[in-house]
């Protein structure tokens, strides 16, 4: 398990190197009913530029899972200041929470 953390951070390093840019992961799963919307937050404010999410649910029996994915700069990424999160909520539903 070692190696394989060892390897995941050695491609961001490497994205960083060869494209000045990182691509950030948020994996929610095990929730039900497939209903769920993934935003990103950068310093408490949304972000719409530079994201992508599954257009639909991924189904493990009972439970679903979605992915999304925020692209931005190293020098973001470099910077102490800023603040990611991937916040959840239920589709056309105002309401957010972390998905930490």
Not at 17 to 34: H, M, R, V, W
């Amino acid at each position: 398990q070692t190696k394989s953390t060892k390897n995941t951070h050695a491609l961001i390093f490497q994205e960083i190197q060869e494209k000045s840019k990182a691509t950030l992961i948020c994996l929610a799963s095990g929730f039900y009913p497939d209903n769920l919307n993934l935003v990103w937050k950068v310093n408490g404010a949304e972000r719409t530029e530079g994201v992508g999410t599954d257009e639909t649910s991924t189904s493990y029996g009972n439970t679903y899972s979605l992915t999304s994915r925020l692209r931005i700069s190293a020098q973001e990424w470099f910077n102490p200041l800023n603040r990611f999160e991937c916040v959840e909520g239920e589709k056309g539903n105002g309401s957010l929470k972390p998905c930490l």
